[in-house]
């Protein structure tokens, strides 16, 4: 039997050079370079149709690839030559020359000195042993024995210590080990680096790159770029580089209770910092650039920060001088803009959005405060009570985000506490399509005649602005002003 194939599906149907042993196939030690493959109604879960699995021995074989199919090459110096399809490639001990040809693959060249080429398309190389990017049923035993350091620039034989001397050669995106690791992503095109557990040190380039570090202390920087760079439990240092970055430390675990204690520096651009997975809620102050107790994400120092996203609790967040974005993701939150032109999000009527000084725009939330400035508050879903304070303040209303409010009581209503026609003040219901025509002014409640109508009512104490946006002569909706002089037609922006 020879040590080369011939690829022709028809000549591998029923050839097997392997014992199937405890449902899956492992390398028969009498047989010597030869490729194992499962026909119709063939062993090792075909279940009656072709499978496109391709199984080495523990000799030297030279083996070839199935379309998206995956081989197994084991012990052995192996040379395995791929598709132009996605192929799925697992070299085993040895030192093996992998070649991947086209189309997105995935490489696991194993122990031993290796030369691997991902050739054409987004490819995948990988050290762990058992990652979620390996194929289910990956043999035991394949991955590094512990952290390796590999860089995506080099094409030359570099020493990766778990791993073996690997060349290296056309490949975009790696996963790491559970061990300590050392990855550098390509200097002016996209990569994707998962190092796994371990206390990693991870690099990216001048694209944007998508760095995951996991659990463990680890140390990201992300170069230029507009880059993701994630971690899981740990004490890391995490530098977003040039680029408008996304960082978040301790990825969406809501049961561990001992966040790490991080340095996260934005660098250039407009960066975005996720507490997502906070166990309890937070508190961010971005005026303080020392270490600062956030409570449910831990001792963090924190710089160059202009975008930052709550946990699912009650946070506090605090803006400084320059123009943040701040965004509630659950529980009754206080956002502070303080100085800039700020953007606050929060959680339909929870919590208290603050724009303080600058133009700011503030949606949702129990109450909105607009602060000096000309700000555009925005109601959502929920009862909201709005301040512009001074400024030219826009109060928008929106029928695709408020609905058509409850309007029989003051306690179902949005309410505008501060409606100033002198400082320039406006309310916005252009998304409502009433039309500029069809104000009517104050009246009874009886007095709507058409589609589209809106009208004013002096309830004593307070106003109501009131719409019939259906044509059935109903109010839809109803917004309260108190403390305002009465309102004219030209306090609206209808179109």
């Not at 928008?396 to 506490?417: K, N, Q, Y």
């Amino acid at each position: 039997m020879g040590s080369s194939f011939d690829t022709r599906a028809s000549k591998l149907d029923h050839f097997f050079c392997a014992r199937k042993l405890g449902g899956m196939f492992h390398p028969a030690t009498e047989e010597r370079g030869c490729i194992m493959a499962k026909g119709p109604g063939g062993g090792g879960g075909g279940g009656g149709t072709q499978d496109r699995n391709t199984y080495g021995t523990a000799g030297n074989d030279v083996l070839g690839t199935h379309d998206r199919g995956t081989t197994f090459g084991f012990a052995g110096n192996d040379t395995i030559t791929g598709t132009a399809a996605a192929d799925s490639v697992h070299g085993g001990d040895g030192h093996d020359i992998i070649t991947t040809l086209g189309g997105n693959d995935l490489v696991h060249g194993g122990l031993g000195d290796d030369r691997m080429d991902g050739g054409a398309g987004i490819d995948w190389l990988n050290y762990g042993d058992d990652y979620g990017i390996t194929p289910t049923g990956l043999p035991a035993g394949l991955g590094a024995v512990s952290g390796v350091t590999v860089n995506l620039n080099l094409t030359t034989a570099q020493n990766t210590n778990g791993a073996g001397l690997d060349t290296i050669i056309g490949f975009e995106n790696v996963g790491g080990t559970q061990y300590n690791d050392a990855i550098t992503g390509l200097a002016a095109q996209s990569s994707t680096i998962f190092a796994r557990a371990g206390n990693d040190r991870i690099t990216g380039g001048s694209a944007a790159d998508s760095l995951w570090g996991e659990t463990g202390d680890d140390t990201i920087d992300g170069g230029g770029g507009n880059d993701q760079i994630v971690t899981g439990a740990g004490n890391d240092i995490l530098r977003g580089g040039a680029g408008d970055d996304f960082i978040e430390a301790d990825f969406r675990d809501p049961n561990n209770s001992t966040p790490g204690n991080d340095v996260i520096d934005g660098g250039l651009g407009i960066d975005w910092l996720v507490y997502e997975g906070a166990a309890t809620g937070v508190r961010v102050d971005l005026n303080i650039l020392t270490a600062q107790n956030t409570g449910g994400g831990g001792i963090d120092t924190i710089s160059n920060i202009e975008t930052v996203s709550g946990s699912r609790f009650a946070d506090v967040l605090t803006g400084n001088a320059g123009a943040n974005t701040f965004y509630s993701n659950g529980g009754a939150d206080v956002l502070n803009g303080m100085g800039g032109d700020d953007y606050l999000v929060g959680d339909f009527s929870l919590g208290t959005l603050n724009g303080g000084d600058g133009n700011d725009r503030i949606l949702a939330g129990a109450f909105l405060n607009g602060g000096n400035g000309n700000d555009i508050l925005y109601s959502e879903l929920g009862k909201e009570t709005m301040t512009g304070g001074s400024g030219a303040d826009t109060f928008m209303f929106d029928r695709t985000t408020a609905g058509l409010d409850a309007w029989s009581t003051p306690d179902a209503m949005d309410v505008i506490t501060d409606y100033s026609r002198l400082q320039g003040d406006k309310i916005d219901l252009h998304n409502y399509a009433l039309g500029t025509t069809n104000v009517i002014g104050y009246a009874d409640y009886t007095t709507f005649v058409g589609l589209s109508q809106i009208k004013f009512v002096n309830h004593g104490t307070y106003q109501t602005i009131e719409a019939d946006v259906t044509g059935d002569r109903v109010s839809d909706f109803a917004i309260q002003i108190t403390g305002a002089a009465p309102l004219i037609a030209s306090d609206f922006i209808l179109a």
